[in-house]
C-alpha cells in the first residue's frame, strides 16, 4: 500500500476494541454523543441483542471474517490465530488490500472517525499496520467487563454454556494484550454505565471530544444492561485489569466450569437443538404438505379463471359481432330514413302541384260557368237569342 498523507478533518482513527457483549456499544454511543463519527455503513441494531445498534462498519466486519475464515477459524473459536505466521499469505494480501481501501474511505469525516468490531481483538495489528502505511494517526480505546457478565450474555444471546463463553472471553483477553500499542486508552463498561459523563470527561483529555453532559448522559442507557455479575472476590465476576490476572482467571474457570462438564454441557445443548431443529423440520413439512395441497386448490382456482376468461372472451367476441351488425343495421336505417325523406318531399311536391291543378281546375269551372250565364244572358234577348237558337239548329243539321 502506497502511503497517503492524512485528511485534515479527520486527524484521529479511532479503533473500539473489546470482547463480544463487553460494551463496546454502549461506548460507541456515548462516543457519537460526543461528535465522533462512523460512516454510513453500519450493522443495523437486531432488538434484544443490540437494541441501539452494533455500531459496526459492514465492510469491516466483512474483512474481518474472510481473514479468520481464511485461518479456518471463525468469531467463536476458542483457537484464535496470531502473529504474521498466523494467517495464510494469499489471504494477507487480499486482507490488505481491502483494509487500505476501507481505511481511506474514511468513517464519516469527523475530526475524530471511530471503527469497532469486537474482531479487532484478533485482527488489530494489523489494522494498526495498515494506518501506519497510510499516515492515518490511529488511536485505540479497549472496553471491559467481569467475565462472568460477557460469558452470561453470549449464554442469552447464542447458547453458550458458560464454561464455553468464559473460555472464549479469556482467548479473546489473551490475543489481544500483546497487540496493545502503548497509549491505549480503557473503559470499564460498569464505570460507563453508572458515570458516563466521567469516563467521556476523562476520553476527552486524550481525544478531541464534545462531552456535552446532557448528550453523554443521554447515550448510555443502562437498562440496556442486561447481565450484572454479583459483587465478589472471584475474578469471574470483576473487570480483568491485566494480563497478569489471566493464570488466576483460567484457574477459576476451570474450577467452575471444568472442561468437561462444559463439553457434556455443550453436547447437551447441540442434542437440544437437535430436538428444536427437528421438531421445526416436521413443522416445516407439515406445513410445506399444507403449501402443496394449497398449491393444487390454487392451480384449480386458476383453470377455472383460465376457462371463465375464455367464457368472457367469447362473449366479448359476440358483443363485438353483435356491435359490428348493429352499425351495419344503423347505417341500413339512416339510409332508409333518408330513403323516405326523400320521398316525403317528392310526394309534398306532388301534393303541392295537385293542389295547384285543383286551384286552375276550379278556376275553369268558374270560367265556363261565367260563360255559361254570359250564353244565357245572350239567348234570353229576344231577336238575337232566336236567331242563335235557328243558327246553331242549322250548323247541328
Same mark, same amino acid.
Given at each position: 500500500m502506497?502511503?497517503?498523507s /492524512? !485528511? #485534515?478533518?479527520? &486527524?484521529? =482513527?479511532?479503533?473500539?476494541v473489546?470482547?463480544?457483549r463487553?460494551?463496546?456499544?454502549?461506548?460507541c454511543?456515548?462516543l457519537?454523543?460526543?461528535g465522533?463519527?462512523?460512516g454510513?455503513? $453500519?450493522?443495523?441494531? @437486531?432488538?434484544?441483542?443490540?437494541?441501539?445498534g452494533?455500531?459496526?462498519?459492514?465492510?469491516?466486519?466483512?474483512? %474481518?471474517?474472510? $481473514?479468520? &475464515?481464511?485461518?479456518?477459524a471463525?468469531?467463536?473459536?476458542?483457537?484464535?490465530p496470531?502473529?504474521?505466521?498466523?494467517w495464510?499469505a494469499?489471504?494477507?494480501?487480499?486482507?490488505?488490500e481491502? #483494509? *487500505?481501501?476501507?481505511?481511506?474511505?474514511?468513517?464519516?469525516?469527523?475530526?475524530?472517525?471511530a471503527?469497532?468490531?469486537?474482531r479487532?481483538?484478533i485482527?488489530?495489528?494489523l489494522?494498526?499496520?495498515?494506518?501506519a502505511?497510510l499516515?492515518?494517526?490511529?488511536?485505540?480505546?479497549?472496553?471491559?467487563?467481569?467475565?462472568?457478565?460477557?460469558?452470561?450474555? +453470549? /449464554?442469552r444471546?447464542?447458547?453458550? !454454556?458458560?464454561g464455553? *463463553?468464559l473460555?472464549?472471553?479469556?482467548?479473546?483477553?489473551k490475543?489481544?494484550?500483546?497487540?496493545?500499542?502503548?497509549?491505549s486508552? #480503557?473503559v470499564s463498561?460498569?464505570?460507563?454505565?453508572?458515570?458516563p459523563?466521567?469516563? @467521556?470527561?476523562? +476520553?476527552?483529555?486524550?481525544?478531541?471530544l464534545?462531552?456535552?453532559? %446532557?448528550?453523554?448522559?443521554?447515550?448510555?442507557?443502562?437498562?440496556?444492561?442486561?447481565?450484572?455479575?454479583?459483587v465478589?472476590?472471584?475474578?469471574?465476576?470483576?473487570?480483568?485489569?491485566?494480563?497478569?490476572?489471566f493464570?488466576? +482467571?483460567?484457574?477459576?474457570?476451570?474450577?467452575?466450569?471444568p472442561?468437561?462438564? @462444559?463439553?457434556?454441557?455443550?453436547?447437551?445443548?447441540?442434542?437440544?437443538?437437535?430436538a428444536?431443529?427437528?421438531?421445526?423440520?416436521?413443522a416445516?413439512?407439515?406445513?410445506?404438505?399444507?403449501?402443496?395441497?394449497?398449491?393444487?386448490?390454487? %392451480?384449480? =382456482? #386458476?383453470?377455472?379463471?383460465?376457462?371463465a376468461?375464455?367464457?368472457?372472451?367469447?362473449?366479448? /367476441?359476440q358483443?363485438?359481432?353483435?356491435? &359490428?351488425?348493429l352499425?351495419?343495421?344503423?347505417?341500413?336505417?339512416?339510409?332508409a =330514413?333518408?330513403?323516405?325523406a326523400?320521398?316525403?318531399?317528392? @310526394?309534398?311536391?306532388?301534393?303541392?302541384?295537385?293542389?295547384?291543378?285543383g286551384g286552375?281546375?276550379?278556376h275553369? $269551372?268558374?270560367?265556363?260557368a261565367?260563360?255559361?250565364?254570359?250564353?244565357?244572358?245572350?239567348?234570353?234577348v229576344?231577336?238575337i237569342?232566336?236567331?242563335l237558337?235557328?243558327a246553331?239548329?242549322?250548323?247541328?243539321?
Open positions: 502506497s502511503s497517503v /492524512q !485528511p #485534515a478533518e479527520a &486527524s484521529t =482513527l479511532l479503533f473500539v473489546g470482547m463480544h463487553s460494551g463496546t456499544s454502549a461506548l454511543a456515548a457519537r454523543a460526543c465522533v463519527t462512523f454510513e455503513q $453500519l450493522l443495523a441494531p @437486531m432488538a434484544g441483542v443490540n437494541d441501539e452494533f455500531w459496526e462498519d459492514a465492510e469491516v466486519v466483512a474483512a %474481518n471474517e474472510a $481473514l479468520l &475464515s481464511a485461518a479456518g471463525h468469531w467463536y473459536s476458542l483457537v484464535l496470531g502473529g504474521e505466521a498466523g495464510p494469499a489471504a494477507l494480501v487480499r486482507f490488505r481491502e #483494509a *487500505g481501501a476501507i481505511l481511506q474511505r474514511g468513517f464519516g469525516g469527523g475530526t475524530v472517525q471503527v469497532k468490531d469486537p479487532f481483538c485482527t488489530l495489528p489494522w494498526l499496520e495498515a494506518c502505511e499516515g492515518i494517526k490511529a488511536q485505540v480505546c479497549t472496553a471491559s467487563r467481569a467475565p462472568l457478565e460477557v460469558a452470561q450474555s +453470549l /449464554q444471546r447464542d447458547g453458550f !454454556p458458560l464455553y *463463553g473460555r472464549l472471553d479469556l482467548a479473546y483477553r490475543v489481544l494484550a500483546p497487540a496493545l500499542p502503548p497509549g486508552l #480503557a463498561f460498569p464505570e460507563l454505565v453508572e458515570d459523563v466521567k469516563v @467521556m470527561s476523562r +476520553l476527552a483529555e486524550s481525544l478531541p464534545e462531552t456535552g453532559q %446532557n448528550a453523554v448522559a443521554t447515550a448510555v442507557r443502562g437498562d440496556l444492561r442486561h447481565h450484572s455479575a454479583p465478589a472476590s472471584e475474578p469471574l465476576a470483576q473487570p480483568v485489569s491485566s494480563a497478569a490476572d493464570p488466576t +482467571l483460567e484457574a477459576c474457570i476451570e474450577r467452575y466450569y472442561a468437561d462438564a @462444559m463439553l457434556a454441557e455443550c453436547v447437551t445443548g447441540f442434542v437440544t437443538r437437535g428444536q431443529l427437528t421438531a421445526v423440520g416436521d416445516h413439512s407439515r406445513s410445506l404438505e399444507t403449501i402443496a395441497a394449497k398449491d393444487e386448490d390454487i %392451480n384449480a =382456482l #386458476a383453470a377455472e379463471h383460465r376457462e376468461l375464455a367464457t368472457i372472451a367469447e362473449r366479448d /367476441q358483443i363485438t359481432d353483435l356491435d &359490428s351488425r352499425q351495419d343495421t344503423g347505417a341500413w336505417l339512416e339510409r =330514413l333518408a330513403t323516405i326523400e320521398r316525403d318531399t317528392q @310526394m309534398a311536391e306532388l301534393d303541392r302541384r295537385l293542389a295547384e291543378i286552375l281546375h276550379s275553369a $269551372l268558374e270560367v265556363i261565367d260563360k255559361d250565364r254570359e250564353i244565357a244572358e245572350i239567348y234570353a229576344p231577336v237569342g232566336l236567331a237558337r235557328g246553331r239548329r242549322y250548323r247541328r243539321q
